[in-house]
């Protein structure tokens, strides 16, 4: 079990280290389900952001119980 918190830790790291990556593939899907370019793109980097910012946050209180 923790090998797979491990795993998906790393996994969710590296979607916050690349915000506008994310964000561009999250717009392309956004603008698949939605049909409206302007909506996704504005989605998409909102949500990519929020997640960049939660992956901070995560990484800062995790850092702070090591020490």
């Known amino acids: ?3 797979v918190l491990s795993k998906l ?3 969710v790291s590296a979607l916050g280290a690349r915000p506008l990556s994310v ?3 999250l717009t392309v899907i956004f603008w698949i ?3 409206n370019f302007v909506v996704a793109a504005f ?3 909102l949500v990519s952001f929020f ?5 901070s946050v995560w ?3 995790r850092r702070s119980r090591d020490q």
């Open 1 to 3: 079990m923790k090998g």
């Open 43 to 45: 989605a998409g980097l």
């Open 23 to 25: 964000g561009l593939l």
């Open 33 to 35: 389900v939605l049909g």
């Open 59 to 61: 990484k800062l209180n």
């Open 9 to 11: 830790g790393n996994i």
């Open 51 to 55: 997640i960049a910012a939660a992956v």
